[in-house]
């Protein structure tokens, strides 16, 4: 079996990310990351017809979500 550690696929150049990607950086399904963005929760922008995550927006969210947590 060919693995490959996901710090080696992870490319730190990208700006914008596909919201496949994001999912996959955050370790959530597609359909859930589809529903933050939905939401507004994860934030993303239009690029014409597609939909484009900033490439710091994950960790935004998850900083997001700390902070929630540690409040309640």
């Keep these: 079996?060919?693995?490959?550690?996901?710090?080696?696929?992870?490319?730190?150049?990208?700006?914008?990310?596909?919201?496949?990607?994001?999912?996959?950086?955050?370790?959530?399904?597609?359909?859930?990351?589809?529903q933050l963005v939905r939401s507004g929760e994860l934030e993303s922008i239009p690029v014409g017809r597609l939909r484009r995550i900033p490439a710091d927006a994950p960790a935004e969210y998850v900083a997001r979500r700390r902070t929630q947590q540690r409040a309640a």
Excluded: N
């Design 1 to 34: 079996m060919d693995t490959v550690p996901l710090a080696d696929t992870i490319d730190t150049t990208l700006v914008l990310l596909t919201v496949e990607e994001a999912a996959r950086r955050l370790r959530i399904g597609r359909t859930t990351c589809y």
